[in-house]
T-cell receptor
C-alpha cells in the first residue's frame, strides 16, 4: 500500500544550528503535505504545510520544500532553539504519517 | 471555541470489554478522523468521515467501529478490546479532507490488560 517514510528517526543539534528532516511518499495523487510538532505528552500541532502547486514555503525560521517529481518533501528549521525540541511528523493528505523524528536541541 | 474534545483522558479495560471513545468538535468541520499512536510508528489512521452519515476505513480499521450522526460528534467504539489495542488515540478534525490542517484533541490513553 501507499506509505510515507521519514528520516532521520533521531536528530541532535547544537542551539543555533540548522535541522533538516526528510520524507518520501508513494501516492502520486497526494497534494497536501503538512508537518506536525508533538511535545512530550501533548497533541500534535501543525507547524507548516505545503500544497502540490508550490515548491517552497517559509514561515520565519521554518521552511518546507516539495519535489513532486521525486516524491519527497523536507522540513528545514534554522537557528534552532531548545524549545524546538520535540517529535516532528510529516504526512501526505493527513492520511499517512511518517514514523516521526525526535529532535533534540542542546543549549 | 473548545476545539476538539476527547473523553476520557485515560482508560483501562480488560480483554473482551467494550467501550466508546468520545470526540466532539465545535468548529463546524466536515472532516473528522481517528488515529492511534504507538511508539516508533507515528500516527495511523483508523477511520474517517467527510460529513454526517459518511464514514470510511483508514489504514488500521479492524476491531473498531465508528458512526457520524451529527457534524459535531464522531465516537470510536471498541467492541471487544484486545491487548493489541493498547495505544494513545487521537481524534482530529479539519475543514475538508486533504486540503486543510488537522486540529487534534488531547488524546485518550487506553490500556487493555
Amino acid at each position: 500500500g501507499e506509505n510515507v517514510e521519514q528520516h532521520p528517526s533521531t536528530l541532535s543539534v547544537q542551539e543555533g544550528d540548522s535541522a533538516v528532516i526528510k520524507c518520501t511518499y508513494s501516492d502520486s495523487a497526494s497534494n497536501y503535505f503538512p508537518w506536525y510538532k508533538q511535545e512530550l505528552g501533548k497533541r500534535p500541532q501543525l507547524i507548516i504545510d505545503i500544497r502540490s502547486n508550490v515548491g517552497e514555503k517559509k514561515d520565519q525560521r521554518i521552511a518546507v520544500t516539495l519535489n513532486k517529481t521525486a516524491k519527497h518533501f523536507s522540513l528545514h528549521i534554522t537557528e534552532t532553539q531548545p524549545e524546538d525540541s520535540a517529535v516532528y511528523f510529516c504526512s501526505d493528505n493527513d492520511m499517512r504519517f511518517g514514523a516521526g523524528t525526535r529532535l533534540t536541541v542542546k543549549p | 471555541n473548545a476545539g476538539v474534545t476527547q473523553t476520557p483522558k485515560f482508560q483501562v479495560l480488560k480483554t473482551g470489554q467494550s467501550m466508546t471513545l468520545q470526540c466532539a468538535q465545535d468548529m463546524n468541520h466536515e472532516y473528522m478522523s481517528w488515529y492511534r499512536q504507538d511508539p516508533g510508528m507515528g500516527l495511523r489512521l483508523i477511520h474517517y468521515s467527510v460529513g454526517a452519515g459518511i464514514t470510511d476505513q483508514g489504514e488500521v480499521p479492524n476491531g473498531y467501529n465508528v458512526s457520524r450522526s451529527t457534524t459535531e460528534d464522531f465516537p470510536l467504539r471498541l467492541l471487544s478490546a484486545a491487548p493489541s489495542q493498547t495505544s494513545v488515540y487521537f481524534c482530529a478534525s479539519s475543514g475538508l479532507s486533504g486540503v486543510g490542517p488537522l486540529h487534534f484533541g488531547n488524546g485518550t490513553r487506553l490500556t487493555v490488560t
